[in-house]
């Protein structure tokens, strides 16, 4: 198994930036996807972003396409998710996790890290 660990969260204004890391151990980070996604107070978790293993494609979705940005180092074993110009809707638990492909789909990711909070006021 791959061990996630998610980090970079906390309180920011409306429009400001925060960068998510998500470190990962155990097995070869470079063999999975990876995906980043939130969940809001009395909400499902949503799909927030994905990239490949090779970070040569990334999906994402509709509500943060053009102010997030998903990338990866896989010599450092680490994956960003660079969050620009923040919304209060954006607030939310915010979680990586490993998977076999760049998908929106929850159910196609094996290992989740513990989340790292995000709060956006206005």
């Known amino acids: 198994q791959v061990q996630m660990v998610e980090s970079g969260g906390g309180l920011v204004q409306a429009g400001g930036s925060l960068r998510l890391s998500c470190a990962a151990s155990?097995?070869?980070?470079?063999?999975?996807?990876m995906g980043w996604f939130r969940q809001a107070p009395g909400k499902e978790r949503e799909f927030v972003a994905a990239?490949?293993?090779?970070?040569?494609?990334?999906n994402y979705a509709d509500s943060v396409k053009g102010r997030f940005t998903i990338s990866r180092d896989n010599a450092k074993n680490t994956g960003y998710l660079q969050m620009n110009s923040l919304k209060p809707e954006d607030t939310a638990v915010y979680y990586c996790?490993?998977?076999?492909?760049?998908?929106?789909?929850?159910?196609?990711?094996?290992?989740w890290g513990q989340g790292t909070q995000v709060t956006v006021s206005s």
């Open positions: 990239i490949t293993w090779n970070g040569v494609i990334a």
């Open positions: 155990g097995r070869t980070f470079n063999n999975y996807a």
């Open positions: 996790a490993a998977g076999r492909t760049a998908t929106w789909d929850p159910t196609q990711y094996f290992s």
